[in-house]
Each structure stands twice: as C-alpha cells, then as structure tokens.
C-alpha cells in the first residue's frame, strides 16, 4: 500500500504589524486622546511631566501623526510646493535654499518637483500638486497654457512666478527680464569691440529670450550673430561641441555668449585646447555666475542673478498671502549684474 504524503501544515504568516494610533497612545499613557492631541500641536498647555510621558510612548511606537487628516480639518497643509526645471543643476539650489529656511521659520515644510522643459509635462505635474491643495506654490519660469493658469487662478492656492518677468502674473512674482540681459551682453561685447560674437544657447524658452534680445541689439548695428542651440538642461560637453561646431562655420567669432555657466565652462576649455587665446581674440561671457566660475582658467565673466534673494522674497509673499496679509508687492523685478572677470 502507497501512503500518501501528509500534508504539511501551511506556513503561518505573522500578520503585519498594526499601525500605531492616537488612542493606542493615549491607552498606554494612560490620558485622553485630546491630551495626546495637544502633547503633538500645543505642548505648552501640558505640564512638562505629563507630556514628556506622551512623548515617550510617542517615541517608542513610532506614532506619525496623520498630517492629512487635520490638514481636512483646518484647510491648511502646512506644505509649500516649488517646481523647478531640473534638480541635478546648482542654477536654482540658492533659491530653494533660502525659500526652504525661510518656510521652515514659519512652520512650513517645502516639497520639490522636477518640472523640466516641457510645458505640457509641467501642466500634467500642476494638475497633480493642484489637486493636492498645498498651502502655495512656487514656479520657475511664467506658466504660458491657459488651461494651466485657469486652474491655478480657480484653487486660489497662493503662487510666486519666479527667474522671469511678466506684467501679468498669475498671483505674484519676483523674478528679472531675460530680454534685458540679452542686450546687456550684447552691449557689453560690443563695447570692448567684439564684431562677430556667436551664442551657444540651451533650447528653453527664457535662454530664447535672451539669445534673441542679444542678436536684435548686433542686427540693429547691421551685424548678424550665428547661434548654435542644445538641449536643456546643459552639460559642460555642450559648450565644447558647440564652440566647434560655430568655429567650423564662423572662424573669425570673436566673443560668444553663453545660455549657462557649463557651457561657458565647456567654450573655455575648447578654446584652450585649440589656443584660442580668451580673452584678447575669444571673448567669452556666461549665465547664472556659478561658484566655479570665479575658478575658470581664465575666470569668467558671467550674467548675476541673486537667486537667494529670489528665494527669499518668494517664500515671505507666500507666508504673508497664507497668513491673510497682502504682499508689499505683487511683482518684484530683482534685477540683475555683469560679473566682470577675465574670460570678456
């Protein structure tokens, strides 16, 4: 006679583990739940003995409150999105910097978005913060779609347009006019007797912007300006095939403005290797007066934009807008310098 196999026991599973809650905590202290309540949002109305008993059971169940839930319950989250075009550059980092610890001074918390170039990718990414009702939000760039701006208007969630300028904002801005700085390095090329400058330019709108206002101040002298465009965001490499691609076309350029500091950086270090002497026959002028660019080989001169104080102005708009206050103004033009160095 076969015997069957037994049949095993089916492996127990262990039930996973039940996540803390406010009653559980107030359970094991031995208080109400609203006095557990106020140990996590209004400390100073418990006695110092009594709270340090909830923190401690706080602490060892690992209880993270609901933020949710009272978010519900007051219509404030207490979150603050900012989108920016990419996180892997150090163009914005100085303006996240400031507008986070400025947030954080006022209880607010401060959640990035990778954005990109694209506009339509920034209108889906909208729709979802949107839908998530933070207490403002901060964009890099002007919103261009309707359908964007209609919603943004319609949540009546606060918002700061930054690092560009419009006479019509969707709520409130700080940001510097990308024409402006176009003409501005045009004119500060052709001042020191550049006559056939070239621009090495990311394909983004506001890099457009100034690339165009740059080649409108030279067409109006009857000179034109080639320009050689790469994807955005911009790596150094770019500046050095770009640099050779203008110089296989137009060898007698003379100066070339670039849309980043990398592809400035990248323009240096071509020039180097073919013994282009920068500045007396190559001048070179780039954007954002990166840290590093100070260290450039020649140092580079470079378009300033005080991204600090971008950030900061952007984050007391959105406290004052939250809080019930009205800015001190709803458009702020920060401006912007010509880091004069060596490399122009």
């Known amino acids: 006679m076969v015997k069957k196999p037994s049949k095993q026991p089916a492996e127990r599973r262990s039930a996973p583990a039940k996540t803390p809650t406010l009653a559980d905590i107030a359970a094991e202290v031995g208080v ?24 401690a059971a706080i602490r060892r169940s690992g209880y993270t409150p609901n933020l949710l839930a009272g978010s519900l319950s007051s219509n404030r989250s207490k979150l603050v999105v900012a989108l920016v075009p990419s996180i892997s550059g150090a163009m914005f980092t100085a303006t996240m910097q400031n507008v986070a610890e400025h947030l954080q001074q006022h209880g607010y918390q401060l959640l990035i978005g990778q954005a990109g170039y694209d506009d339509a990718r920034e209108d889906a990414l909208l729709e979802a913060v949107i839908g998530r009702r933070p207490d403002g939000i901060i964009l890099t760039g002007i919103v261009h779609s309707a359908q964007a701006r209609q919603k943004l208007r319609a949540a009546r969630i606060p918002v700061v347009e930054t690092w560009d300028l419009t006479p019509k904002p969707i709520d409130m801005l700080v940001g510097f006019s990308h024409p402006a700085i176009g003409r501005a390095a045009a004119e500060y090329l052709w001042k020191r007797g550049c006559r056939r400058p070239a621009i090495i330019s990311p394909d983004d709108r506001r890099a457009r912007l100034r690339a165009e ?4 101040v030279y067409a109006a002298k009857k000179y034109s300006v080639p320009v050689i465009e790469a994807p955005a965001p911009t790596p150094m ?7 050779a691609a203008l110089l296989a076309k137009h060898p007698g350029i003379d100066g070339v403005f670039c849309g980043s500091d990398n592809l400035a950086l990248g323009a240096l270090i071509e020039a180097k290797a073919r013994d282009i002497a920068v500045p007396q026959q190559l001048r070179v002028i780039g954007y954002g007066d990166q840290s590093y660019g100070k260290d450039a080989d020649p140092p580079l001169t470079s378009v300033r934009i005080d991204g600090a104080a971008i950030g900061r102005l952007a984050a007391e708009m959105l406290v004052a807008r939250a809080t019930g206050q009205a800015p001190r103004k709803k458009i702020v033009d920060i401006g912007f310098s010509i880091a004069e160095r060596a490399s122009a």
């Open 237 to 243: 490499g770019d500046g050095r095939s770009g640099l």
């Open 32 to 55: 109400t739940k609203i006095t557990v309540s106020r140990a996590l949002n209004n400390p100073g109305q418990l006695s110092p003995a009594t709270l340090e008993k909830v923190r």
């Open 213 to 216: 206002a740059f080649s409108a």
